[in-house]
């Protein structure tokens, strides 16, 4: 007779209790390899990684540099969206870290990374979450292009 089992019910095919690993907000360059160790778990088959650069033009202007800044209020903001993808996907680890402060091009803004038992929850869980941070976390974003004139980009 074989061996079964209900696989839904397997604590492994479940959210982690505390899933939430590393939010930070920082001046100094951001690290791929600090991300997707954060989120390192036995449990996830399936890991979605999602980095976000400084691109060389925004809207046919050339972007020269840029600089993030942030409200007082921003890791509040980032565990609040963190918390929610946690409670909408089965979660076993979660990370995100965005950059403030004058960055070039080419330069990482925001890594942000999910772990889950199955790919397509990874996949799910980690566009919302760069979603919606990038459409709810109080960071703005000031764009000095080639020609000298420049723009505020604020969330939301």
Known sequence: MAHTHD??????????ADPIRLLAVRETP??????????????A????????????????????RLGYSA????EAEMRRIAERVTAEFPVRAL?????????????LAVVVAVSCPHRGEAFSACRKLIDDLKHEVPIWKHQVF???TDEWVGAG
């Open 7 to 16: 696989a839904a019910h397997h604590p492994g095919e479940q959210g982690a």
């Open 95 to 107: 990370a995100a870290v965005h950059r403030v402060g004058d960055l070039r091009v080419g330069d």
């Open 146 to 148: 080639a020609d000298g």
């Open 30 to 43: 951001l690290s791929l390899d600090e991300v997707f160790a954060a989120v390192g778990d036995s449990a």
């Open 45 to 64: 088959g399936g890991t979605a990684l999602f980095v976000g650069t400084v691109r060389d033009h925004d809207g046919g202007s050339d972007v020269d």
């Open 71 to 74: 409200h007082p209020s921003v």
